[in-house]
């Protein structure tokens, strides 16, 4: 049994509550906000301790991971002081908002032989052992070429200020506005890419603020809300990624081999549908209709189907307790792989350098680096071409 603590009680912290019970070997010993208002509701909604500061909860001898779910750019020194403290570290995606930042937590952790690791978790799924699986079975060939859509839709334009967590959180769209859609959402599509294809040796990317009014005053300063960049894998592979958040929805993971290729469904979705496609294959029964209705008819009707079939497998219907749709992730599975890791002296994969180097790579989509050499890198082979 690993005790972990929570540093934050805002929007996402509901999704950690939801999936905490899909890991019976942690406990959560409590929880500390800033906010005492905010604070209380939440304890009072899910039955749990809160903490008098945040001292008090680093001078609990029990805690051996903090799980650090504050804002963005409280990350750095919320990781820092836990680090400092002797804890453990598992933090919400950035590390940090600058590299230097970043690159320092890593060397606090090294020091004193801590572990640091960053979420997302969606790449700890069953969609992506289905995924591997059929990469190692040589399935498409050797993937050459990747299209990673993280294209949230107009959330801006939706009636956001009322969207409310379980426990009664308020959406915090006025600070996901100004961090940026590439910052909050690009890691769903890296820590897949990342560890399908190693780490990143050239980005090339561009970023810009296409819709400035989102109803927050034009004196407040806002991020991009898009985001293009083109990287190429030490092992390759190029890929295209693309955040945005006015285009229509589409989180979809194309990957394209010498023999085929898989598209995943929705990097948001544990259990998302993944679709094989080869040269020569039928076309569907439900393609094919689609096909002579827009023939008929003389137009492109606005329907998707995704080419080739549908591979199932009995982990992707294995069920667990997962937030509800879209969010359709195992948020806790990253914090459990890191207890694991402390049990048995392993290293959690997305941690330290890895962790680092997602980091990097974020920052620099955000900052439309048009042509960028990461300093970070880790020792990697692809993980399907061990099994």
């Known amino acids: 049994m690993t005790t972990i603590a929570f540093v934050g009680t805002g929007f996402v912290a509901d999704y950690y509550m939801t999936t905490l019970e899909n890991h019976p070997t942690l406990k959560l010993a409590g929880v500390w906000d800033r906010d005492a208002e905010r604070l209380q509701q939440f304890c009072d909604f899910y039955g749990v301790s ?61 020091e004193r032989g801590l572990s640091l690791c960053c979420a997302p978790a969606n790449a700890l799924s069953a969609a992506h052992e289905v995924f591997t699986r059929l990469l190692a079975r ?89 985001s293009v960049g083109v990287l190429t894998f030490e ?3 190029k890929a295209r990624l693309t955040c945005g958040l006015a285009a229509p929805r589409d989180r979809s993971l194309t990957v394209l081999g010498e023999k085929g290729s898989l598209v995943l469904r929705d990097l948001w979705d544990d259990s998302s549908p993944v679709h094989l496609s080869k040269p020569g294959d039928e076309r569907s029964f439900a393609e094919k209709v689609l096909n002579a209705i827009q023939h008929r008819i003389g137009r492109t009707l606005p329907v998707r189907l995704l080419s080739g079939r549908r591979v199932s497998n009995a982990t992707v219907r294995k069920r667990k307790k997962l937030p509800s749709y879209p969010s359709q992730i195992d948020f806790v599975r990253g914090i459990s792989e890191q207890a694991v890791g402390l ?45």
């Open 138 to 226: 040589d399935e498409i060939g050797r993937p050459r070429l990747v299209y990673a859509e993280m294209e949230d839709g107009p959330v801006f334009r939706a009636e956001w200020q009322s969207w409310r967590s379980r426990s009664g959180a308020r959406w915090p769209g006025a600070e996901e506005f100004k961090v940026g859609c590439t910052l909050e959402h690009a890691g769903y599509a890296l820590s897949w890419l990342v560890d399908l294809f190693g780490p990143v040796s050239h980005l090339s990317a561009s970023s810009a603020l296409c819709f400035p009014d989102k109803g927050l005053g034009a004196e407040e300063p806002l991020a991009p809300d898009f």
């Open 343 to 387: 049990e048995d002296g392993t290293v959690p994969f997305f941690s330290g350098q890895v962790a680092l180097h997602l980091t990097e790579l974020v920052l620099a989509l955000n900052a439309g680096e048009r042509d960028y050499k990461p300093k970070t890198h880790f020792d990697f082979r692809p993980r399907w071409a061990q099994i």
């Open 50 to 110: 809160a903490y008098a500061n945040l001292h008090s909860l680093l001078d609990d001898p029990d805690v051996r991971i903090v799980v650090n779910l504050t804002s963005a750019d409280s990350h750095f020194d919320v990781n820092r002081v836990c680090l400092e403290a002797g804890k453990h570290v598992y933090c919400e995606k950035p590390l940090a908002m600058t590299f230097e930042d970043a690159e320092r937590l890593t060397e606090i952790a090294s």
């Open 235 to 237: 092992t390759g592979v």
